[in-house]
């Protein structure tokens, strides 16, 4: 389970002064080489949580989250327009860590820890309508869906005990393309449930709708 929150800096109680806060944090500065730019989106009425892992440079320098890549797969794997997807009142996009973290040997470091254990409970609760958790990876899965040591793929297999308020998903960077050849199922089966259940909890037509077929 997570670990109890660190002290936050102050103890604003709305989302905005929150965001405020979380947008000015520079506690991991020194272990950041590109230096603090928090990246969220949080709006109170948003029906969908992106529970994902941490920025990479395109999301630092752009300053919005999935501005990138692994963005341009996930918006297809959701089928979810991009305005819908930049919409806070919809989607809340909230990864472990809000800044970009630096690089390791085998590619990004993981999220800075000391960023959920100081805002992540905080942000969630200001999310009351959230229908809807999509727990992104290995450091997300952690938190929201602790497993016991179960792997990513594992847990990603066992997508229907979650369903249908959470859904555990591998990270959609194409570093994952390999995985996604070998698991056919992931995309037969558990992306066309997806689809309708995220047109569901936005009130979208389905995609056959839109596209006038």
């Known amino acids: 389970m997570p670990e109890p929150p660190l002290p936050r800096a102050s103890g604003a109680d709305s989302l905005d002064d929150l965001l405020a806060e979380i947008r000015g944090c520079t506690r991991c500065a020194a272990h950041l080489p590109l230096g603090p730019r928090p990246v969220l989106q949080v709006g109170a009425t948003a029906r969908i949580l992106i529970a994902a892992q941490a920025p990479g440079t395109k999301v630092h320098d ?9 963005g341009e797969r996930l918006r297809t794997w ?3 327009p991009l305005l819908v997807f930049y919409d806070p009142a919809r989607v809340a996009i909230v990864p472990m860590g809000f800044c970009y973290p630096g690089r390791g040997a085998g590619g990004d470091l993981p999220p800075r820890p000391e960023c959920a254990l100081t805002w992540r409970a905080a942000v969630l609760a200001h999310l009351p309508q959230v229908a809807l958790t999509l727990v992104i990876g290995r450091y997300a899965m952690d938190w929201h869906l602790p497993q016991g040591g179960a792997s990513v793929g594992e847990t990603v297999r ?4 979650f369903w249908p308020s959470v859904l555990p998903l591998p990270h959609p960077s194409p570093r994952n393309n390999l995985w996604l050849r070998r ?5 037969a089966e558990l992306l066309p449930a997806l689809r309708v259940r995220v047109a569901d909890v936005l009130g979208l037509a389905a995609a056959a709708d839109r596209r006038g077929s």
Do not use: K, N, Q, V
Request: proline share 10%.
């Open 183 to 187: 698991h056919p199922w992931f995309e």
């Open 62 to 70: 752009s300053g919005r989250p999935f501005t990138d890549a692994s």
């Open 158 to 161: 066992r997508w229907r005990e």
């Open 78 to 80: 959701l089928d979810m």
